[in-house]
T-cell receptor, first 113, second 115 residues
Framework: AQSVSQHNHHVILSEAASLELGCNYSYGGTVNLFWYVQYPGQHLQLLLKYFSGDPLVKGIKGFEAEFIKSKFSFNLRKPSVQWSDTAEYFC???????????WGAGTKLIIKP | SAVISQKPSRDICQRGTSLTIQCQVDSQVTMMFWYRQQPGQSLTLIATANQGSEATYESGFVIDKFPISRPNLTFSTLTVSNMSPEDSSIYLCSVRTGSNTGELFFGEGSRLTVL
């Protein structure tokens, strides 16, 4: 069965630190990959997505993610975090043949001012 | 994209009662989904709301407990029946637009607390 693993459940960083959140999936076929973010008190919103083409994807608010097919990974990065990046981040994957998204458990990111 | 409104945004309910959550979308959408997000856990798909027919439920979820309506392409309801404290959760409505990429748009969620 397909699954998505997010390695860190909680991450605490200081402002200006660099961020990398891990995401690995298990599925051998072609996939679409997503990172969603949920800011405190707000709804889930799309941060970035990968469907095809350049494996380095840029999203909103300075986030980027790199799809490494050989490693089944889609790690989220940001070179310098801000206090406003405090949120929960979810990685999600769907097989091209199936509309259903499979979700990771989420990573709670806290940025200390 | 799609703008999704959910009501209520939160509620506190007594054990044994039922609550209906409404989801309104600002455009016609092909697919609507209901998710549950329990404290400290990821999103779990409850069912796909099908317009004009019965919802398609995921393993572990049944129609008697979570009846769903979808009378048209912009509206759906989820009822949580005979609630118990284990049903305390955030319930999310999400939609997929015409694209076949799997991208979902979400409502703000309905936070239910069952006493």
């Amino acid at each position: 069965a397909q699954s998505v693993s997010q390695h860190n459940h909680h991450v605490i960083l200081s402002e200006a630190a660099s961020l990398e959140l891990g995401c690995n999936y298990s599925y051998g076929g072609t996939v679409n990959l997503f990172w969603y973010v949920q800011y405190p008190g707000q709804h889930l919103q799309l941060l970035l997505k990968y469907f095809s083409g350049d494996p380095l994807v840029k999203g909103i608010k300075g986030f980027e993610a790199e799809f490494i097919k050989s490693k089944f990974s889609f790690n989220l990065r940001k070179p310098s975090v801000q206090w406003s990046d405090t949120a929960e981040y979810f990685c999600a994957v769907n097989a091209r043949s199936n509309y259903q998204l499979i979700w990771g458990a989420g990573t709670k990111l806290i940025i200390k001012p | 994209s799609a703008v999704i409104s959910q009501k209520p945004s939160r509620d506190i309910c007594q054990r044994g009662t039922s609550l209906t959550i409404q989801c309104q979308v600002d455009s016609q959408v092909t697919m609507m989904f209901w998710y549950r997000q329990q404290p400290g856990q990821s999103l779990t798909l409850i069912a796909t709301a099908n317009q004009g027919s019965e919802a398609t439920y995921e393993s572990g979820f049944v129609i008697d407990k979570f009846p769903i309506s979808r009378p048209n392409l912009t509206f759906s309801t989820l009822t949580v029946s005979n609630m118990s404290p284990e049903d305390s959760s955030i319930y999310l409505c999400s939609v997929r637009t015409g694209s076949n990429t799997g991208e979902l748009f979400f409502g703000e969620g309905s936070r239910l607390t069952v006493l």
